[in-house]
Nanobody, 121 residues
Framework: QVQLVESGGGLVQPGGSLRLSCAAS????????MAWYRQAPGKQRELVAT???????NYADSVKGRFTISRDNAKNTVYLQMNSLKPEDTAVYYC???????????????WGQGTQVTVSS
């Protein structure tokens, strides 16, 4: 079994900051790319940021310059530092990871349960 557990969501005022964490646990041989997605009410889930094993990153245009994705490979953990938050950033944030549980058995996508981020005054 593999679990992704997110933490760090909450209520913040516009212009504020939050840091999300997502730790992968269970039977894990290796983790490839990790990512954060978000889904606002009535909207489709959208990609926020990705990071490779080597640390290369990619961001949605809407969060460039405000959000930073990072990872600690030793801890199987991915982070999302969110600064200058806006009301339109309000959503449930999900982490995603490509995980190979047993060597040479192939990658599979795993998802966290989601954490609510609300930006409001």
């Amino acid at each position: 079994q593999v679990q992704l557990v997110e933490s760090g969501g909450g209520l913040v005022q516009p212009g504020g900051s939050l840091r999300l964490s997502c730790a992968a646990s269970g039977t894990i041989f290796s983790i490839n790319a990790m990512a954060w997605y978000r889904q606002a009410p009535g909207k489709q889930r959208e990609l926020v940021a990705t990071i490779t094993t080597g640390g290369s990153t990619n961001y949605a245009d809407s969060v460039k310059g405000r959000f930073t994705i990072s990872r600690d490979n030793a801890k199987n953990t991915v982070y999302l530092q969110m600064n200058s938050l806006k009301p339109e950033d309000t959503a449930v944030y999900y982490c995603n990871a490509e995980i190979e549980r047993i060597r040479n058995t192939g990658w599979r996508d795993y998802w966290g349960q989601g954490t609510q981020v609300t930006v409001s005054s």
